[in-house]
Structures are given as C-alpha cells and as structure tokens.
C-alpha cells in the first residue's frame, strides 16, 4: 500500500489501545510521534497543506509561508468572507478552543472584553482582522476517519487568528488561510519543538507542478537527485531566510547589476508564500536587452506566444548563490518552463521580475523541482534537484521496517549542462561552481578541474554518508521513548510565559493568499505575488499581500 497509507495504519493500531471516550487531556499509555511528514497541493502558483483544528476536528487547507510567521484562518463569525476550499472554521463546535487573553498574547493590536484582536492591512485595499483563538492544532493528510484520535492524543495547543473579517483578494483566494513559517516564537513549527512533537528546528518544502510534500523536524533524501547545496543565511536576526545572491545570467551572460545592488535593503529572501521571483529594478533594462538578444525575442511579463519548440530553445535563468563554505558557489538553474508561467489561453507569461527599490524574492516558481531546506538550527538555506512527485507512488510492505523512507547510499550528482543552455526540462538544475572574485573567470560547472572533482566528489561522499548514518534512524513516524512521552493537553492550558509570541512589526515581506486549482479566466484579478511594509526592524515581519497577474502587477505594502 501507500506509504502515507502505511503510516495512517501504524497509528490506528496505536490509537487502537486508546478509548474511544477519552478526553483531551488524559495521560495516554501510547508513545507520542516525532513529526515528520505531509503532502502538500498546489494551487495557482502556491502550495498549501491540510491544518486540523479542534475536537471534534475541523480541517482547513492552509498556504505554507516562509514569508510571514502568522497563521490565520475565517470563521463562522467573519462579515463577508468568500467561500474556500473547507467550511469556515466553528469555534462554538470545538470542545477544546478558547480565547486568548491580552495578557495571554503579547502581539494583540486591541483588546476588548478581555480578548486580544489583531489585523493586518494592505495598501492594495485587502485587509483581515481576527480574534485570537488557541486550539488543538495537527498538520497531516490523514484520513478524517481517526483524524479525532490524532489531533486529541498528539495536537499542539497553538494560537492563531480567527479571522472576522476579510476584504480584497483574501475573499477570491480557495485556500482558506495561511500558516507562517517564518523564523518567529509565533510558529506552530516552534509550539511543536516546544512540545517535542519535532527534534530539530528544520524542516523542508519540495515543491512540484502538481504538489510536493512538507517535511519538519528532518530532511527525507529519498527524492533527492544531487548532493544538498547549503547557502548561508545572511541575518541572523532577520525573521526570513535571506540569502547571498552574487549573480543573475541570462545564458551565460551576467546581468548588469552588482553584488551589493542585488542584496540591497532587507535582501532576497527565500519565501514560498510567493509565487513570482523579484530582483531589484536597476538590472531590468540589461535583463531585457540579454534576453532579446539571446532569445531573439522579447521578454514580457504580459503575454508571450510560443511553440513548444520555441519554449524549449530559450535561455535559462541561472541564479549564483554564495556558498556555506565561501568557496563553492551554488548556481541554481531556471529553465523557461519555470521562470514562465503558462496562461489558460495556452500563452505565456514572465514571472521573473526586476521591479524592487531592493532586495528581492525567491519565490515559488524558483522552488519548483528542488528540496528546499530550511535549517534555522545551522542558519542555512540548502537546495537538492528532486523528484518531488516521488512520494505520491512509493510503495512499502507492512513489515514495520519498510514503514521508514529508503535512504540511498548517497545522493548521486546529475550531469549539469554549462549554465548557458537551453532546457526544456520543468526542475532547473544545481551546481556547484568554483567561487572567486575575478569577473573573467569562467561561472559554469566545466570550472572544477578532474582533480578538483574527485576531491570534491570524495569530500561530498564522505559526508552523505554521515548524514545516512544519522538520518536512517528517523522516519516519517518516529516513536519517543517512554521517559520522552509528552502527555496529552489539557484544555485550555497554554505554554509558559516564555513561550508567548513576541510582538510583530512588518519588514518586507512576502506571503500569498493565492488561489489554489484551475487558473481563472484572463481579466480575473487572481495573487501573483506579494510585497510588505519596510517601515519595522528588521528582525520583525508580518504578513504581505499578494497581488493579481493583471497587466501591470502591484505593490501592497502592509500597514
């Protein structure tokens, strides 16, 4: 069967020895779970996973954010919210929700009654306001049948917005909320480490055309074609993943842009709430004059018609990021069929961007066909090309020992053409490429020598070893041990003074309440891609809207 099939099995026997009418908050005899695992869907140009709230359980599909640390989602009680992908979130029907008082949350924007209420507004005119709830929360795609027993015996207590009300694009969007992942106390990733639901603060999002998986508190290696490349991040006090970007090529030609142009401001960060990828406006007129010239024809991002046979003959994009040990570089490879979005109308449409007074964004269509890894703990950003379909077909025997993810002996490195070429493939590619400072030395993978290469290869063998050593003995579903149990919550129990989220401000950032499934009609205003206020520290961020792929993409900045 199914692997995630499997793993659904393995805990109904557990949860078997549990009674049907037990409570929240009963001392329970089955071990708890280290989380590993969940699939992922995508809608139109985000991805977005299934969040479990509450006993009995409600479940709602939620955008993952690398650009915000926020989760927020409409309830019953909200005024003229839009109709999403699950029913809206009833806070009368959970047994186990209450409200958070001021002195409860510290980031409340008001307080009334003694409930603490937040908002996030945009200048692009969408807006939300939420009372702040904590419940029961559970991330999976399980099956709803014993999704209860999950949630009562391994949930998170964990507070998030109870939106009341919504304008703007958060009605149009399908997916009914987002959850942040950004580096913030807020989290539920830092609720679950807290709890000892997850070990390491790390976790993955391999994005695909058709889905992905999410991956906390480990890395899954069994989809991964190449070595993971790591690249520094560069604040260690940004609530981002801000990264090092040293060049941009069109074929094997640099943009016209320094180092310190592109990193200018907030920098360029890693964030998967937004679909598009942005790069500061003083390179848009050598990028567009590269790409005609390369292309032989012009770059748009309104409407570009092209055959099959066209789109395969573009240049790529290759995007060189700074290297963890300040001597390879990353370039990561991004062929037209990804820095192109296709419009229904069988047209296409550049969603690479250079617009931004600074800084800049990976977004989502950069992510797809890599594992992207996240780990605060080594505070790194990685890449690995992969298959992140592959999950979706693999298959494992009922024998417990199949119930864990294969590892390979060692991520094996596919060939990488010189980053000039042309690729009809949707994944990019990734290579390493020998950093230095002299503009005329050569920028593609041919600059490692043979020896250099059986060095390098010798080097990263020796490491992936390791890291199998150390990972083959993590699973999707992990069991701790009895002295490690954590017992089941209690209602209306909240974590420590300590743990309470530390108040918000909002620099650039991007988040995108996007509309999942069949791209809409040409003319219907639908997210593309989002921008936030740069008026806050930088160690401080909140939500950014994301704007519609109209004609002339917007800016809305939060405030």
């Known amino acids: 069967m199914l692997r995630l099939e499997v793993q659904q099995e393995r805990i109904r026997r557990r949860l078997g020895e549990v009674p049907e009418n037990a409570t929240s908050g009963q001392d329970v005899t089955v071990s708890s779970l280290v ?79 003694n409930r603490c209420h937040i908002r996030q507004s945009y200048t692009e005119g969408s807006m939300w306001s939420a009372i702040v709830v904590e419940d029961l929360t559970w991330l999976g795609g399980f099956s709803s049948k014993r999704a209860n027993a999950i949630v009562e015996h391994y949930g998170v207590r964990f507070p998030f917005g109870c939106q009341v009300q919504e304008t703007g694009l958060f009605i149009t969007q399908k997916e009914n909320g987002i959850i942040g992942f950004g580096r913030d106390k807020a989290t539920l990733m830092t609720y679950m480490l807290k709890a000892g639901r997850i070990e390491h603060d790390i976790f993955t999002m391999c994005f695909s055309p058709t ?31 801000p990264v ?30 937004t679909t598009d990828t942005f790069f500061v406006s003083g390179g848009s007129r ?83 066909g890599y594992d992207v890894i996240f780990d605060t703990e080594g505070n790194r950003v990685g890449f690995a090309e992969s298959d992140c379909d592959a999950l979706k077909g693999r298959k494992y025997s009922e024998d417990d020992t199949e119930l864990l993810p294969k590892k390979p002996d060692g991520p094996v490195l596919s060939p990488i053409d010189e980053l000039g070429s042309s690729s009809s493939s949707g994944s990019g590619s990734l290579a390493l490429i020998a950093a230095s400072n002299k503009d005329n030395q050569s920028t593609t993978s041919s600059s490692f020598g043979f020896f250099g ?45 300590t743990d309470t989220p530390r108040a918000s401000g909002s620099p650039p950032q991007a988040r995108s309440p996007g509309s999942p499934g069949t791209p809409p009609p040409l003319g219907v205003a639908v997210p593309r891609f989002t921008i936030g206020s740069d008026s806050e520290s930088d160690h401080e961020n909140s939500p950014r809207i994301v704007i519609a792929p109209t004609e002339n993409p917007r800016h809305g900045y939060s405030h």
């Open 244 to 273: 090092q970007v040293k060049k941009i090529l069109v074929g094997d030609k640099p943009v016209d842009v320094t180092e310190n142009q592109i990193n200018s401001g907030k920098g360029v960060i890693v964030d998967s709430g």
């Open 35 to 113: 989380y590993n695992e969940v699939p992922l869907g995508v809608g139109y140009g985000t991805h977005y996973t299934e969040l479990y709230l509450g006993l009995p359980v409600q479940r709602a599909s939620m955008i993952v954010d690398t650009g915000s640390h926020l989760t927020a989602l409409p309830c019953t009680s909200c005024h003229g919210c839009g109709e999403h992908t699950d029913p809206l979130f009833d806070l009368a029907k959970s047994k186990t929700a209450k409200y958070m008082t001021c002195k409860e949350y510290s980031s409340c924007n008001a307080c009334t009654e």
């Open 453 to 497: 290469q059986i060095l390098a290869v010798s080097a990263v063998g020796i490491v992936v070893v390791a890291v199998w050593l150390r990972m083959r003995r993590r699973g999707s579903w992990t069991e701790l041990n009895e002295s490690e149990t954590v017992r089941g919550p209690l209602r209306g129990e909240i974590l420590d003074d």
């Open 211 to 241: 889905g992905g998986s999410l991956v906390l508190g480990g890395v899954d290696l069994t989809h991964h074609k190449t070595q993971i490349a790591y690249s520094p991040l560069v604040s260690h006090n940004s609530g981002y993943y």
């Open 286 to 368: 050598s990028f567009n004059h590269l790409f005609s010239k390369l292309a032989g024809m012009d770059y748009s991002e309104r409407r570009m018609d092209l055959s099959a046979k066209e789109l395969a003959k573009l240049p790529n994009i290759t995007i060189i990021l700074a290297g963890a040990n300040g001597e390879e570089d990353i370039a990561l490879v991004v062929p037209a069929t990804k820095y192109l979005s296709k419009a229904d109308d069988g047209s296409y449409y550049g969603n690479f961007h250079f617009t931004e007074r600074s800084g800049g964004v990976l977004g989502a269509s950069t992510m797809v």
